[in-house]
């Protein structure tokens, strides 16, 4: 149990490639912390920075109170669990579990009782006997997480441990995950690129993108007020609509000039852009998919759209349609409250009308790409 | 109720051209036609031509060395089968006292497992590295091993035999010197280990790295056991280089009798002492000097094929 800090951390590889620029994070003890980001953006990178497998170039890296820029992994007190598992496959998985014990001379009765506990939590205990090449796909995924917890380790690192698995058995293991943090309730870095698993495992996410972090944040706080472009349409599935719009300053209060309608703007969100000296520009409006209303008849305010393809996803649709400047927006629509008509309606090309209220509205600048309110 | 398993007699294949649908008979059922069999006919005859060109020099060996010494002359004779079979070449090969052949026997294999050993050791740990750890200069090292690989090893005989000579390993020192010579430069032939350390995924040194491992740990726990064909294939050409070396061998023990690898001496027989006289016992040695190996491929080759072809082991 520690905490983990990274202060000013960069790495640069041969030839002046930055992989990591200025990564700066106090990670809790017993937090559960996500690096998300597409590939290449440095997540695993960082990982491996903390788990000692890659130099640290420039800054700071603690585990707990102690300086472990220098520290070889093995004196880190971390276990880690890699995305093809890396289960040793010449030796059973009891031998497995029980190899980094055996390394540190433990008590054999010991070894033997911490790989039991361990089995039993993930329900391999059966499998103990057996090499790794005689298990599925998430079998050899629970021995590789038990290899990791008998260490009980400070620092728990998993590195994109989910990717391999098919998707079914994907939503199972992260369900188990979230039950196996509560057991084992230390401090544990995720890496991933999918933003499900970070939504739903971790107590804070770290969205990066090429090297930079860009917001650090609940999952809350980054899905409500994402700072950038970016992480708006990185986290949330499917993605944030981004549609050309205008903003207008008419006295105190901004609106929203889109498609020939206009939205005029909550009071905090007026209050937040005049605190920031926001005038009118050009901008570019974020609006997630199941913030928007559809309606079938016009309404004031309404915009008016085509569709393009509905796709059925059982409990909802997702519609995409195509505004009258030809924007690309996709809606949510729930299917349970439909009626034949109306289903019958949703077909390639016929005209449908969306409204959203000011509160879901992001307003983002086309330049900076940057949130007007939270960025 | 047993339900034997019917494999159909017919395939059915739709004739589109026809607009048709035809049975026919499956790949396995269908006898060869005049034309396939003419062709493997062929291919065969050639085959056993090339064994029997490349076998007959071995029987030849094995007939003559069976050949009575007493009733018959030791020297080359004009036919094939021994009129008397017996085991006289090889008892006087391993008894008679003015035979030094076992005490050549015997330096070819102090040789020869030393070397096993060490190249073992050397060209392992040289690939190894150079499969995990990345380090300035790594690719030059690379390239730069495998040009010089190019040349032949004969270029520096005159040299090594001087810088041998020196440190007193010719001649009397000859067995020590053999064994430093082929040793040497042996981590140059790391290109196929290198290979197999590849494939075996960095992932599992990590995880074990962090389980607590030092870099020795990792290499003899995790990764030996994984690389044993590479181990026997490394082993296998370490031991069989020196076993039948002749040119190295017979300039740095030049001139001293007890200090030849059985090469050499078998050599010498044959052409200083008496040709005549020594034709069939130079033959026993032969095939004594071909047990051994032959034995070991037998018992080995399973691992050495998979070592040549690499890859076969899987993270």
Known sequence: ?375 | MSEKKQIPEVDIVVDHEAGVIREVKPEHLRSKSGHEKRINGSIYAVLILISIIWLAPFVFLVFQSFRSYATESGAMVAYLLPKQWSLDNYVWLLTDPSSKFLRWYGNTLIVAIFCAVLQTFMVLSVSYTLSRLRFRGRKLIMNVVLVLGMFPGFLTMITLYFLLKQLGLTQSGAVPGMILIYVASSGMGYYISKGFFDTIPKSLDESARIDGATRLQVFRMIIMPLAKPIVIYTVLMAFMAPWGDYVFASYIAFGSEPNYNVAVGLYQWVNVADYQGFFTRFCAGGVLVAMPITALFLALQKYYVEGVTGGAVKG
Request: proline share 4%.
């Open chain 1, 1 to 375: 149990m520690a905490s983990v800090t990274l202060e000013h951390v960069k790495k640069v590889y041969d030839k002046n490639v930055v992989a990591v620029h200025d990564f700066n994070l106090q990670i809790k003890d017993k937090e559960f912390v996500v690096f998300v980001g597409p590939s290449g953006c440095g997540k695993s990178t960082t990982l491996r920075m903390v788990a000692g497998l890659e130099d640290i170039s420039d800054g700071i890296l603690k585990i707990g109170d102690r300086v472990v820029n220098d520290v070889e992994p093995k004196d880190r007190d971390i276990a880690m669990v890699f995305q093809n598992y890396a289960l040793y496959p010449h030796i059973s998985v009891y031998e497995n579990m029980a190899f980094s014990l055996r390394l540190r001379k433990m008590d054999k009765e010991e070894i033997h009782r911490r790989v039991c506990q361990a089995a039993e939590i993930l329900g391999i205990t059966e499998y103990l006997g057996r090499k790794p090449k005689a298990l599925s796909g998430g079998q050899r995924q629970r021995v590789a997480i038990g290899r990791a917890i008998v260490r009980d380790p400070a620092v728990f690192l998993m590195d994109e441990p989910l990717s391999n698995l098919d998707a079914k058995l994907r939503n199972q293991m992260r369900a188990e995950i979230i039950l196996l943090r509560k057991r084992v309730d230390t401090t544990f870095i995720y890496v991933t690129h999918d933003q499900t698993e970070a939504m739903t495992l971790g107590d804070r996410i770290v969205v990066m993108k090429d090297g930079y972090i860009q917001q650090v944040g609940t999952p809350q706080e980054v899905f409500d007020t994402p700072v950038n472009l970016f992480v708006a349409g990185f986290i949330g599935s499917p993605q944030m609509n981004f549609l050309k719009a205008k903003l207008i300053q008419s006295g105190n209060g901004y609106s929203v000039e889109l498609l020939g309608t206009t939205i005029p703007l909550n009071p905090d969100q007026n209050q937040a852009l005049a605190a920031k000296g926001v005038k009118t520009q050009e901008i570019i409006l974020g609006v997630r998919p199941e913030h928007t209303t559809v309606l079938f008849d016009n309404k004031e305010n309404a915009i008016e759209c085509t569709i393009n393809v509905n796709e059925m996803m059982g409990s909802e649709l997702h519609l995409h349609l195509s505004s009258q400047n030809k924007d690309k927006i996709i809606v949510r629509l729930p299917t349970v409250d439909l009626s034949k008509e109306q289903r019958a309606q949703l077909s390639y090309g016929n005209k449908m009308y969306i409204t959203f209220p000011a509160k879901v509205m992001h307003l983002f600048d086309p330049t900076s790409e940057k949130n007007l309110i939270y960025g």
